[in-house]
């Protein structure tokens, strides 16, 4: 009975040691619009799996703003980009929040991810 649990530790161990994992810095994005109204940053997307990292989605929590991957797949010990891009020229507060929605092939597989943006 003891190795059927060491063997189920060993799987579950080599399983997670096999799969991507995703990281982002910064752990939220801070931006400041220009004059025109508009904010543009990146996101390093860092993979610390043994497995490439697959982006499949990013979705944002508004039409104002659009998020780009620069590199898919992220290979491990490699590092990928997001490119966000903000439109506050319609916004009546002077700081709002984006929220990014990332879909990938990680354990855990949906991250979200605030954007903050100064007028």
Not at 85 to 107: F, H, K, M, S, Y
């Amino acid at each position: 009975m003891r190795w059927i649990v060491s063997a189920v530790t060993v799987a579950t161990w080599a399983a997670i040691q096999t799969s991507p994992v995703m990281r982002l810095v910064p752990p939220r994005l801070e931006l400041r619009a220009d004059t025109s109204g508009f904010a543009v940053g990146r996101v390093q997307v860092l993979n610390h799996g043994s497995e490439p990292l697959h982006i499949h989605r990013v979705a944002t929590s508004c039409k104002c703003a659009a998020a780009t991957v620069l590199k898919n797949p992220v290979y491990p010990l490699e590092v990928g980009q997001l490119l966000v891009r903000v439109n506050t020229r319609d916004w009546q507060d002077t700081v709002g929040t984006v929220e990014l929605e990332i879909v990938t092939n990680a354990p855990d597989s949906i991250t979200h991810y605030i954007v903050r943006v100064r007028r």
